[in-house]
C-alpha cells in the first residue's frame, strides 16, 4: 500500500452495533471544532454500488463469498480513487467507518484467502492510524435488541450462511465471537490499539482522542 502524506487516513475497524459510526461522527466533530477539514467515508458508500450493497438485497450475498469480497472491493477501490486519495491530497483528514480489513476479516470466515483479498486493494493508502473497536457479543446483541432492528438480521449479518444455527439470536452470538477472535487476531498482529465500547461513551471519546492526538497534532497546531 502507498502512504500519502498531505492529510490524514484514520480508520475505525470492528463489527456491526459496535459503535464505530458514532464514534466516527464524535471524532469528525472534535476535528472540525479544532479547524480540521475532515470527511468521512466507509463500506458500502460509493456512488456506483453503495446504494445497491446498503439495499439489504440478500442476492448480493448469496453470490458467494469471492464475488462478494470483487464487489466490496470495488465499492471501496472507486472510493479510494475519487473520495480518499483527492481528500488526503487536499488536506483533509479522512475518517474511514471500515476500511480494508474489515471485509477482508468477513470473508476469511467463509473460506476466501485473506492474501487474495488483501491484493484487491493493492493501491489502498496506508491509514496512519487504524482502531479497532470492540465489545462482547452478547452486548453487541443487546445493542441489536434494544435498536429494535433483531428483526432485520440479515443471514449475512447474523453468520446463518456460515450454519451455525437456524436461530438468528443465536447464530449471530456465535458469528461475533468468531468475528471478534479474527479481529483480535489481527490487532495483535498489526500492532494496532483496540478499545472497548462496552465502557461509558465519554470514556470511549477519550481514548479515542488519545490515539489520534499524536496523529494530527500539527494540523491542528500548525501555523496558518
Do not use: C
Request: zero cysteines; a neutral charge.
Amino acid at each position: 500500500m502507498n502512504r500519502l502524506s498531505a492529510g490524514r487516513l484514520i480508520v475505525f475497524e470492528g463489527p456491526d452495533h459496535v459503535g464505530r459510526s458514532t464514534h466516527a461522527e464524535a471524532l469528525r466533530l472534535k476535528l472540525v471544532a479544532n479547524g480540521v477539514p475532515v470527511i468521512i467515508t466507509g463500506l458500502a458508500r460509493s456512488e456506483i454500488l453503495g446504494d445497491v450493497l446498503k439495499s439489504g438485497n440478500k442476492d448480493i450475498h448469496d453470490f458467494g463469498p469471492k464475488t462478494r469480497a470483487l464487489l466490496y472491493a470495488t465499492d471501496l477501490v472507486d472510493q479510494i480513487e475519487n473520495v480518499i486519495k483527492p481528500s488526503i491530497d487536499a488536506g483533509f483528514v479522512v475518517i474511514a467507518d471500515r476500511y480494508i480489513f474489515t471485509p477482508v476479516i468477513r470473508e476469511s470466515l467463509r473460506g476466501v484467502d485473506p492474501d487474495w483479498s488483501l491484493n484487491l486493494y493493492s493501491t489502498a493508502p496506508e491509514p496512519d492510524l487504524t482502531i479497532l473497536l470492540k465489545s462482547g457479543p452478547r452486548r453487541l446483541l443487546q445493542r441489536v435488541i434494544y435498536s429494535g432492528n433483531v428483526g432485520t438480521l440479515s443471514r449475512y449479518e447474523s453468520g446463518m450462511d456460515l450454519g451455525f444455527s437456524s436461530i438468528p439470536t443465536l447464530s449471530f452470538l456465535e458469528y461475533q465471537s468468531k468475528l471478534r477472535d479474527a479481529f483480535d487476531r489481527f490487532a495483535i498482529d498489526k500492532g494496532i490499539p483496540s478499545i472497548s465500547t462496552s465502557q461509558g461513551k465519554p470514556e470511549v471519546e477519550k481514548k479515542i482522542w488519545k490515539e489520534v492526538a499524536p496523529v494530527v497534532n500539527d494540523l491542528i497546531f500548525a501555523d496558518p
